[in-house]
Antibody, heavy 118, light 107 residues
């Protein structure tokens, strides 16, 4: 069974930087796109962007372009989502998800809760 | 960017009854449409892909239909574990987009 294991919850202050991770296992990590999804408290799902770990081809949703950086290290089967300067409005649950055959998002990580508060 | 809408926002249904959820895309997504179920505190779970194909392990009471811009998720006889939020998502374009969700709650 495909597994996506995300890093643990984070509590940060506004202006701080952060990098969260998503480690894939039990499948060929370099053969599938990995996406990131934001879910703000009590709200719906928002697609942030996607990366192909094999060549690091990365694409961002317009709403998130310039706000976050998505990267991957294929040597350790891990994708990342990072911020250089967090805002309170970045408080949310963040999920990584695998885009499998025919682009279907078929597997999800357990989520990483990011809380930004002074 | 393809915009997705869902209706109704909330659907109140009694256990054993049928639930019909709708999803509409702002332009054709062919059959590149998936449905997800999300329960409180859990990650979303894939139910349906290709507009009508059940994912592995999904009970037959869940069915999907539609193509182009209009899609439907039907739960034929609601069980207690089906009360949740349901999202549709298009993956026709790499810029995957979700609908705002339909909450199915107990009547």
């Amino acid at each position: 069974e495909v597994q996506l294991m995300q890093s643990g919850a984070e509590v940060k202050k506004p202006g701080e930087s952060l990098k969260i991770s998503c480690k894939g296992s039990r499948y060929s990590f370099t053969s599938y796109w990995i996406g990131w999804v934001r879910q703000m408290p009590g709200k719906g799902l928002e697609w942030m962007g996607i990366i192909y770990p094999s060549d690091s081809d990365t694409r961002y949703s317009p709403s998130f372009q310039g706000q976050v950086t998505i990267s991957a290290d294929k040597s350790i089967s891990t994708a990342y989502l990072q911020w250089s300067s967090l805002k309170a409005s970045d408080t949310a649950m963040y999920y990584c998800a695998r885009s499998g055959g025919a682009n279907v998002v078929d597997s999800w990580g357990q989520g990483t809760l990011v809380t930004v508060s002074s | 960017e393809i915009m997705m809408t869902q209706s109704p926002a909330t659907l109140s249904v009694s256990p054993g009854e049928r639930a019909t959820l709708s999803c509409r895309a702002s332009q054709s997504v062919s059959s590149n449409l998936a449905w997800y179920q999300q329960k409180p505190g859990q990650a979303p779970r894939l139910l349906i892909y290709g507009a009508s194909t059940r994912a592995t392990g999904i009970p037959a009471r869940f069915s999907g239909s539609g193509s182009g811009t209009d899609f439907t998720l039907t739960i034929s006889s609601l069980q207690s574990e089906d009360f949740a939020v349901y999202y549709c998502q298009q993956y026709d374009s790499w810029l995957f987009t979700f609908g705002p969700g339909t909450k199915v709650d107990i009547k």
